[in-house]
């Protein structure tokens, strides 16, 4: 895979300019950093009934996907079943399952 500088190079060679890939590269590094972030779940949560990727404080656990629903509670995915369960571990940050969208 071609680094983000490499590929700017390509991309500003095709529109003929250093502006563009001085934009190309700051936008892929803004893109990367809001994409990659851990939210803060005590400063915003997710939307209500999402799944999301969780980082746990848990015995034998350090990830687990969650929802968060409208009762302020923190939920397990089901793995078969169809229904949900309360998470009792303490939720360090989420952020977006974006393959999800």
Same mark, same amino acid.
């Given at each position: ?9 390509? #991309? ?58 409208? #009762?302020?509670?923190?939920? #397990? ?9 309360? #998470? ?14």
């Amino acid at each position: 895979m071609k680094s983000i500088e490499e590929r700017a190079k390509e #991309y500003a060679a095709k529109c003929h300019g250093q502006n563009t890939e001085w934009g190309f590269i700051a936008g892929a590094h803004s893109e990367h950093e809001e994409l990659t972030r851990w939210h803060d779940p005590k400063e915003e949560l997710p939307e209500d009934d999402r799944e999301v990727l969780c980082i746990v404080n848990r015995q034998h656990r350090k990830y687990a996907i969650l929802r968060h629903d409208n #009762y302020d509670w923190w939920q #397990y995915v089901p793995f078969q079943g169809g229904g949900w369960c309360g #998470y009792d571990g303490e939720v360090c940050g989420w952020r977006p399952i974006h393959e999800n969208e």
